[in-house]
């Protein structure tokens, strides 16, 4: 099973970013957001009227995640107010989304104003993750052109695409579609012009914020998956019900997310929330006078420090700024937790990028491919162009007719490379050992990361700090006789904690990662 299929066709109950949290990265294809507005609106769980400040960086996380969640084409429709639009587009523009279209969506049933102009519409902002590649199926959403009303015929027999002010009317009060109880229900025309445009058949369509379900309901129809989340349990049992989802036997996930939050912290705002308050915090005080010895600050001149969240997915997660009385000092944070597993992800890129970065030799990078089972270099793959006999083919393990694959046609284990293969990997990242911890843990530039905080939860929370020259070092401990090792599950290791393996269950993947077992130091 692929790490989305446990997500698809439910509604998850609870707060959209911790759950958004436990979902896999890239695997969405459209997201539809109409997130709450805060014009004081009375929903049955949520606040609607916050500080502006607060919002924006309530906004900003929750896109956050949405940035990361999105396919390499996928699109992301944010609907939102008046007050808030401008401020949006730029969070989504410093996240690297890339504007299409600020679309004017005008409904006729706009509410009666005495003192000023009537309101009757609502901004879409239109956002793909890359600016040339994304999903827009012109020919899907084609309506009526003049020139077809007025009989001209040069007019286009299939219609134009429409404008970027869409005139739809909203669900009013009398309408059958209405549901009870549900003061923002969307109607399900607008999600079908957007659901049409921008997704295939069998693509995933993700909602955070579904309400009354429009956006799950319209995507279930048209023949998409679907994704959604709803914080309020009265509007998540109407949108399941609509959409005739068991409760019972769809839950589990969303039990994980609601669990999630309630039991757990999001790591990086928990680090960020005690440096922000060391002056009371005392194991924050610690990390600050750590940081003031390693880089020769006297702490006694501190006037004040600030520590805040990086967006995107830079190797920096916070970034902290110690002002002095004579100048300021800015630094990068990773936050990294150990979790049940006892792991952290630490760089994930394609096969190709990692073989060109480090200048890998011809055999290092064709055993890194077949290592992952990238297209065209699985056993399957290679059986079915020849490269590979029938005999050496039956022998591999991760095969289709030994296993169920969910995705992908197999790989190669380590020990089934070319003997030439396996050496040649084991030398260029013994060699490269250095250039790519540092690659995988450092960065460079604004985002470059200058110390570690590892959160461990026993009874109790544990803290550890280091700079990333001591985790750097860590990392290449090892034990071993070699340096670069096999694991008994048949992944190669560096050290004796850095696990390098391809992404993904056994079904093969473009995608190779780097994996710290137990991160926190004994």
């Known amino acids: 099973m692929s790490e989305i299929e446990g997500f698809l066709d439910q509604i998850f109950l609870g707060d959209c970013i911790p759950i958004m949290k436990t979902m896999p990265s890239g695997k969405i294809d459209l997201i539809f957001a109409d997130p709450p507005y805060n014009i004081g609106i009375k929903y049955d769980t949520y606040n609607d009227k916050m500080p502006y400040d607060?919002?924006?960086?309530?906004?900003?996380?929750?896109?956050?995640?949405?940035?990361?969640?999105?396919?390499?084409?996928?699109?992301?429709?944010?609907?939102?107010?008046?007050?808030?639009?401008?401020?949006?587009?730029l969070i989504m523009k410093r996240l690297g989304l890339h504007m299409r279209n600020w679309i004017i969506w005008y409904y006729t049933f706009g509410q009666a104003m005495s003192k000023k102009f009537s309101r009757s519409h609502t901004h879409i902002l239109y956002f793909t993750k890359d600016k040339k590649d994304f999903i827009f199926n012109a020919d899907d959403i084609r309506v009526e052109s003049v020139r077809q009303k007025i009989g001209d015929k040069r007019a286009n027999p299939k219609g134009k695409v429409p404008d970027d002010v869409w005139k739809i009317s909203r669900v009013a009060g009398t309408f059958k579609e209405r549901l009870p109880g549900l003061p923002t229900q969307l109607p399900i025309e607008l999600l079908q012009r957007v659901v049409a445009a921008s997704s295939n058949p069998d693509s995933i369509v993700f909602d955070p914020f579904c309400g009354s379900g429009t956006t799950p309901y319209v995507a279930k129809q048209m023949g998409r998956k679907y994704i959604a989340t709803e914080i309020s349990p009265n509007y998540c049992n109407v949108a399941r019900e609509r959409l005739g989802i068991d409760d019972k036997k769809k839950e589990t996930r969303a039990d994980i997310g609601s669990r999630t939050a309630k039991e757990g912290y999001d790591n990086e705002e928990h680090i960020m929330e005690k440096i922000n308050n060391w002056k009371s915090d005392q194991e924050s005080r610690d990390w600050i006078n750590f940081i003031c010895e390693i880089k020769k600050i006297d702490i006694n001149d501190i006037i004040n420090i600030k520590c805040s969240d990086i967006p995107g997915t830079k190797k920096s997660d916070l970034r902290i700024l110690i002002e002095t009385k004579e100048e300021k000092f800015t630094f990068g944070i990773q936050?990294?937790?150990q979790n049940k597993q006892g792991y952290n992800h630490l760089g994930r890129r394609k096969v190709e990028e990692y073989v060109e970065k480090f200048n890998f030799s011809t055999n290092t990078a064709l055993g890194l491919k077949k290592y992952c089972g990238v297209t065209g270099y699985s056993p399957s793959d290679l059986f079915k162009s020849g490269k590979l006999k029938e005999t050496e083919y039956l022998n591999c393990k991760d095969i289709p007719e030994k296993k169920t694959h969910s995705e992908?046609?197999?790989?190669?284990?380590?020990?089934?490379?070319?003997?030439?293969?396996?050496?040649?990997?084991?030398?260029?990242?013994?060699?490269?050992?250095?250039?790519?911890?540092?690659?995988?843990?450092?960065?460079?530039?604004?985002?470059?990361?200058?110390?570690?905080?590892?959160?461990?939860?026993?009874?109790?929370?544990?803290?550890?700090?280091?700079?990333?020259?001591?985790?750097?070092?860590?990392?290449?401990?090892?034990?071993?006789?070699?340096?670069?090792n096999v694991s008994r599950f048949d992944n190669f290791k560096m050290g004796k904690h850095i696990t390098v393996q391809k992404k993904g269950g056994t079904g093969g993947a473009d995608y190779l990662q780097f994996k710290w077992t137990n991160i926190f130091p004994k």
């Open 54 to 89: 607060e919002y924006l960086d309530w906004s900003e996380q929750w896109l956050k995640e949405c940035a990361r969640l999105l396919s390499d084409n996928g699109s992301i429709y944010v609907a939102i107010n008046d007050n808030y639009a401008a401020e949006l587009t």
């Open 335 to 337: 936050a990294k937790k």
């Open 408 to 484: 992908g046609t197999g790989r190669f284990y380590f020990s089934e490379l070319e003997k030439i293969e396996q050496d040649s990997i084991k030398k260029d990242f013994r060699e490269k050992a250095d250039e790519i911890f540092r690659y995988i843990l450092v960065g460079s530039g604004e985002y470059k990361v200058d110390f570690m905080i590892i959160t461990k939860k026993t009874d109790d929370l544990e803290y550890h700090i280091e700079t990333i020259e001591q985790t750097i070092e860590r990392a290449k401990e090892s034990t071993e006789e070699e340096f670069i």
